[in-house]
């Protein structure tokens, strides 16, 4: 599932390509994706519509529209968004298609289908999307140590849950949650409530940091990422945790090793992220 740094990336490639053009039409292929309202008025509401600029909110992407509405978009798990030329050959598993007035193609294409839009008017409030529930951004100012502490130092779950819960900071998902905690050198299964001063200060620190790495190494060209498919981007060699089991690690050498934390698989370093 793309996280804060891949929807960011998104929208930084997509943005530049649909800021200014309107829809002159939709065809949705399946209206399954479709969460609000129904694909029928989705489809009557959205043309005729000018993007003014995109948004991101967690792993939430909004296009923001010219009459104050604003096309939400979720991608879960395996969700691609493309700007392509009308010729462009159309991918498998492409839900929808939005003509643009400069003659390019906006795309949806999803193989799982669990990805989903929302077309909100412009008093819709984000409680129909979930937005509404989403805790602070990881480079929000907010983020300190008290803030980390107010909210987690009771907890007996495990961090690396605790960074999972997009109700208390959005877009971190497994892939960013293994980085911080071993940037930040904490144990993935320690409870919230045993971790030290020094291990808040540390994620505190870490969290925006980590994520902000991300996004820029995640940074790729609009051809590249067409090229790709929109899932270039996925492909994360800078990654220095995630995935890396059995791999040594690049601070101390000690191969990682794999661990499941609440239902979902966890890679650390024994020796950085001592028990
Ligand atoms: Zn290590």
Redesign the pocket.
């Known amino acids: 599932m793309p996280e804060l740094p891949e929807v960011e990336t998104i929208r930084r490639i997509i943005e530049p390509q649909t800021a200014g053009r309107s829809v002159v039409s939709i065809s949705i292929h399946n209206p399954k994706i479709i969460t609000f309202p129904d694909a029928d008025t989705f489809e009557s509401s959205l043309a005729g519509c000018t993007f003014t600029g995109m948004s991101r909110k967690g792993k939430f992407l909004i296009f923001h529209l010219d009459n104050g509405s604003r096309l939400v978009l979720h991608l879960r798990m395996t969700g691609q968004l493309l700007v392509t030329p009308p010729d462009y050959p159309e991918e498998k598993h492409t839900h929808l298609i939005a003509e643009l007035s400069d003659g390019k193609q906006l795309r949806y294409i999803d193989v799982r289908r669990f990805g989903r839009f929302w077309l909100l008017g412009k008093d819709e409030a984000d409680t129909v999307t979930g937005m509404d529930k989403l805790g602070i951004e990881p480079d929000d100012e907010a983020l300190t140590v008290d803030f980390l502490k107010e909210k987690l130092s009771k907890r007996r779950k495990a961090i690396k849950e605790m960074l999972l819960d997009q109700t208390i900071i959005a877009g971190i998902g497994n892939i960013y949650s293994d980085e911080i905690l071993h940037a930040a050198g904490i144990y993935p299964e320690k409870p919230c409530n045993i971790l030290t001063n020094a291990e808040w200060k540390r994620l505190a620190e870490q969290i925006p940091q980590v994520i902000a790495w991300a996004t820029e190494a995640n940074e790729i060209t609009p051809e590249d990422y067409l090229a790709g498919k929109g899932k270039e981007y996925r492909n994360t060699p800078f990654l220095r945790a995630y995935g890396h089991s059995g791999k040594p ?1 690049e ?4 191969p990682f090793e794999k661990m499941i934390v609440g239902g979902r698989s966890s890679c650390y ?1 024994p ?3 001592k028990k």
């Not at 601070?251 to 000690?254: A, I, K, L, Q, W």
């Open positions: 690690c601070v101390c050498g000690t370093c020796k950085c992220q």
